[in-house]
T-cell receptor, first 114, second 112 residues
Framework: NAGVTQTPKFRVLKTGQSMTLLCAQDMNHEYMYWYRQDPGMGLRLIHYSVGEGTTAKGEVPDGYNVSRLKKQNFLLGLESAAPSQTSVYFC?????????????FGPGTRLTVL | GNSVTQMEGPVTLSEEAFLTINCTYTATGYPSLFWYVQYPGEGLQLLLKATKADDKGSNKGFEATYRKETTSFHLEKGSVQVSDSAVYFCAHRMNRDDKIIFGKGTRLHILP
């Protein structure tokens, strides 16, 4: 199993550009999450999904959109990138069948918006 | 509301020293508790967990005990190594909830 994978690993955007980050998991997990990690802020939840075709807002959803068309994929979109969105983005997945519902994380995407 | 508070870092220790990283939580019920570790340039990975009061989670020489009376889940290791240098996150998840609440992380530096 590859676990949770993220593409791309690195990206540089100019202000106003758009892009999509892809997260894929091969563990048949129902739940998937997108976080951003900034210095001194820990992890903040952007959006999450409890199943195929469903999404919900997290703590910091503004400026992002998500889609979960297939159970194994969770896409994070930036329609008009801003410098405040410079961050490291992590995807995670979990299952209600796991004791304690631990989350499995991808390796991260480092995004810089100029 | 639900939250997790952990000691601020960075924490710098010499190799073979004893480690404690404090973590306390607030919750309306009895959550599952976790410690995650993030090595440089990588994503988070689960270090240990405890799902009910008085449970002790352990892994790689690290331990943490679920203390309901003090709402704490402090991370300890008797003898740290340089390879333990990382950022450690305390977290909790309410049972039947979808989301994990993370602390802000504690950066640990171990000097040889």
């Amino acid at each position: 199993n590859a676990g949770v994978t993220q593409t791309p690993k690195f990206r540089v955007l100019k202000t106003g550009q758009s892009m999509t980050l892809l997260c894929a998991q091969d563990m048949n997990h129902e739940y998937m999450y997108w976080y951003r990690q900034d210095p001194g802020m820990g992890l903040r939840l952007i959006h999450y999904s409890v199943g195929e075709g469903t999404t919900a807002k997290g703590e910091v959803p503004d400026g992002y959109n998500v889609s979960r068309l297939k159970k194994q994929n969770f896409l994070l979109g930036l329609e008009s990138a801003a410098p405040s969105q410079t961050s490291v983005y992590f995807c995670a997945s979990s299952s209600s069948h796991l004791p304690g519902n631990e989350q499995f994380f991808g390796p991260g995407t480092r995004l810089t918006v100029l | 509301g639900n939250s997790v508070t952990q000691m601020e870092g960075p924490v710098t220790l010499s190799e073979e020293a004893f480690l404690t990283i404090n973590c306390t939580y607030t919750a309306t019920g009895y959550p599952s508790l976790f410690w995650y570790v993030q090595y440089p340039g990588e994503g988070l990975q689960l270090l240990l967990k405890a799902t009910k009061a008085d449970d002790k989670g352990s892994n790689k020489g690290f331990e943490a005990t679920y203390r309901k009376e003090t709402t704490s889940f402090h991370l300890e290791k008797g003898s740290v190594q340089v390879s333990d240098s990382a950022v450690y996150f305390c977290a909790h998840r309410m049972n039947r909830d979808d989301k994990i609440i993370f602390g802000k992380g504690t950066r640990l530096h171990i000097l040889p």
